[in-house]
């Protein structure tokens, strides 16, 4: 390849078109403000990368494994794909596809069956990212004869020696990630950039609640909303809080209980006004109201 | 002597580089990729064995490179071709196959002529590599 000297930024920004996925990411993706910080500089990063290949001065291809940290529901997955987007748009990936994975597709039951396992995954994932979903479970430090060393040990040989072909990105829970690293420190020094994903405050939840409704053409009524707030207070509190996800499966109860106050009146004419909206009762007959009222009591 | 068979036979050896291409051609029409070796070249021979499993539902062609490396790394000193099955009704059957790769030295053919009744010939070809046994027949 000829070396060029000048490269107007602003077309290479426009051609590459990173933006309108960055801009996707913030109209689709509610908070986290230190990730989309993050991934805009590796944006950067990677389109300035761009041009210094252009440009013939960037001598080797540059690491790009990434883990995201965070707690459950906090849109590591989601994240992950959009990444895989911009990368894919960057050039950095040639296919631009998702596989993501857990412990059971990497590592094998018996002796001799992990090593195909995993390769067969990373021949899935090559052109693409592959993703591995709660990575810590690969390592089990109480069973030394534990067949996820071996699927490590490969993992680690691909991600130095086929950087150019596939993207790893591996995610979790913070501190057991932390621990993982540190009982793996090969696989700190392959990742490039480290994510962290905040949980998410209660305006920001209520934010969520509301877009995922109008995807699929519901909406909060006043009463509803106002008995909402009080519900994400109130399930915060409770054990197994799964952020995100937790707001998408209370939800899907409301709605199933909107669905069962419609159906127990059927001698009427119903408007989609109806059938779209969503009233306060829908919303507080949830049992957390009732065990937010025991622990308040007790 | 050069044995050619399948694909592309009238051209020189492909390159890495087209074999890739051609492999990614292979994934995007959605057949299954096989990797094959034999060290008995001749040509109704069709039944090579098979390097490990066919590769359907990948994206990339760089899986594929890989385990033809690997396979090269082994048998080296043999025939390997590569060949895309397409499962699709009506077709269920290989689509392309091609030679990634040959030994060092091929050293052809002996052909036979058999006397018959009423002065006919019949002729036959024997491969003057078959004269050894599977496994010994190229390189030293």
């Given at each position: ?27 689709e ?45 906090t ?32 590592v ?31 390592y ?9 060393q ?15 072909d ?49 995807e ?69 007959a ?10 308040s009591?007790? | 002597?050069?044995?050619t ?67 090269r ?37 002996r ?19 078959a ?10």
């Amino acid at each position: 390849m000829t070396a060029v000297d000048a490269i107007d930024l602003r077309k290479e920004f426009e051609a590459v078109d990173v933006a309108s996925v960055l801009a996707q990411l913030d109209r689709e993706l509610i908070g986290l403000t230190p990730v989309k910080t993050r991934i805009r500089e590796i944006a950067s990063l990677l389109l300035v990368e761009r041009i210094r290949q252009k440009m013939a001065l960037a001598t080797t291809f540059p690491t790009l494994h990434m883990s995201f940290t965070g707690n459950p529901g906090t849109g590591k997955t989601t994240v992950a794909l959009r990444m895989a987007g911009i990368l894919h748009r960057l050039g950095f990936v040639r296919r631009g596809h998702v596989v993501s994975v857990t412990r059971d597709d990497l590592v094998g039951q018996y002796i001799g069956h992990t090593a195909p396992k995993t390769k067969e995954i990373l021949k899935k994932a090559m052109g693409g990212v592959l993703f591995i979903d709660e990575a810590y479970y690969l390592y089990r430090p109480e069973n030394e004869r534990d067949y996820g060393q071996e699927a490590i040990e490969i993992l680690l040989q691909v991600m130095e020696s086929q950087r150019e072909d596939l993207v790893v990105i591996l995610a979790g829970y913070g501190e057991r990630m932390e621990t993982f690293f540190q009982s793996n420190p090969g696989f700190r020094s392959r990742i490039a950039h480290h994510v962290d994903f905040p949980d998410y405050s209660d305006v920001e939840l209520l934010a969520i609640a509301e877009l995922m409704l109008a995807e699929q053409n519901y909406r909060f009524s006043p009463g509803a909303r106002e008995a909402f707030i009080r519900y994400i207070a109130a399930r915060k509190v409770q054990p197994l809080f799964s952020n995100a996800r937790s707001i998408r499966n209370a939800l899907d109860r409301v709605r199933l209980r909107q669905a069962n106050r419609i159906v127990s009146d059927l001698d009427r004419i119903l408007t989609s006004d109806d059938v779209m909206s969503i009233e306060a009762e829908d919303v507080l007959a949830s049992r957390v109201f009732a065990a937010a009222a025991v622990a308040s009591k007790g | 002597m050069r044995i050619t068979q399948g694909c592309f036979s009238f051209l020189p050896d492909l390159t890495d580089d087209q074999i890739s291409a051609q492999i990614q051609y292979c994934l995007e029409k959605g057949w299954a990729v096989n990797i094959e070796f034999t060290d008995d070249p001749h040509p109704r021979n069709t039944y090579w064995e098979m390097w490990g499993l066919p590769m359907f539902d990948l994206r990339d062609a760089a899986g594929i490179m890989k385990e033809l490396a690997e396979c090269r790394r082994v048998y080296g000193d043999r025939y390997i071709r590569i060949s895309g099955f397409d499962s699709s009704h009506g077709w269920e059957s290989v689509r392309i196959s091609f030679i990634v790769n040959r030994p060092k030295q091929e050293p052809g053919f002996r052909l036979e002529r058999q006397e018959d009744a009423g002065r006919n010939v019949r002729y036959s070809t024997h491969a003057y590599a078959a004269t050894r046994p599977e496994g010994e027949r190229y390189g030293d």
